[in-house]
């Protein structure tokens, strides 16, 4: 159970865009559509952004969006804003009731 | 609105037993919508899911930790507990106890986690 590779940073300015891919395997992002994001800001507990794969909690802005294709899932912030600033986690099903984390990614705007 | 709580110490000597508990306010560990879940995070690295309760009864673990874990609940059914034995430094990380959303696999409710540092 290996974690999900996501690129360790990104960045854009304010009102850009920047989006953020989630790589897995067959096993976890490709074989579910159970993926999810989560916003983590320095000190706090992460939040969650987005379930199955596209779905938005109620209170989270539709700037956030989510996306997957095969293995990989994407995640993609438009509009972005000071407080978009933060580290980013995907999150997939793994089988057999597990769950794995991507390494995430922070997310500098700039 | 279901909060969680976790307590527990924050220094455990190496080799010795962590154990932690997460309060459960404003619900119950029940339900066949949910697990509780423990999830770890080591100082400036990414989340770790650790392992899921189910309210029978059953439990999901890492497998590179299943040897020296042991999740559970009270028999009141408002907190559930974290066992983790024989720790070292590599255990050192903010434990978070979570509900974790069956079927869609979403973790929506978070404590706000603790430091637990494993030093002589």
């Known amino acids: 159970q290996s974690a999900l590779t996501q690129p360790p940073s990104a960045s854009g300015s304010p009102g850009h865009s920047v989006t953020i891919s989630c790589t897995g395997t067959?096993?976890?992002?490709?074989?579910?559509?159970?993926v999810s994001w989560y916003q983590q800001h320095p000190g706090k507990a992460p939040k969650l952004l987005i379930y199955d794969v596209s779905e938005r909690p109620s209170g989270v802005p539709d700037r956030f969006s989510g996306s997957k294709s095969g293995n990989t899932a994407s995640l993609t912030v438009s509009g972005l804003q000071a407080e978009d600033e933060a580290d980013y986690y995907c999150?997939?099903?793994?089988?057999?009731?597990?769950?794995?984390f991507g390494s995430g990614t922070k997310v500098t705007v700039l | 609105q279901v909060q969680l709580q976790e307590s527990g110490p924050g220094l455990v000597k190496p080799s010795e037993t962590l154990f932690l508990t997460c309060t459960v306010s404003g619900g119950s560990v029940t339900g066949d919508s949910y697990f509780w879940t423990w999830i770890r995070q080591p100082p400036g690295k990414g989340l770790e899911w650790i392992g899921n309760?189910?309210?029978?009864?059953?439990?999901w673990y890492k497998p590179s930790l299943k040897s020296r874990l042991t999740i559970s609940v009270d028999t009141s059914r408002k907190s559930f507990s974290l066992r983790l034995s024989s720790v070292t430094a590599a255990d050192t990380a903010v434990y978070y106890c979570v509900r974790y959303v069956r079927y869609s696999d979403r973790i929506e409710t978070w404590g706000q986690g603790i430091l637990v540092t494993v030093s002589s």
């Open positions: 309760f189910y309210y029978v009864g059953t439990t």
């Open positions: 067959s096993s976890d992002v490709g074989g579910y559509n159970l």
């Open positions: 999150g997939s099903y793994a089988g057999d009731n597990t769950f794995v």
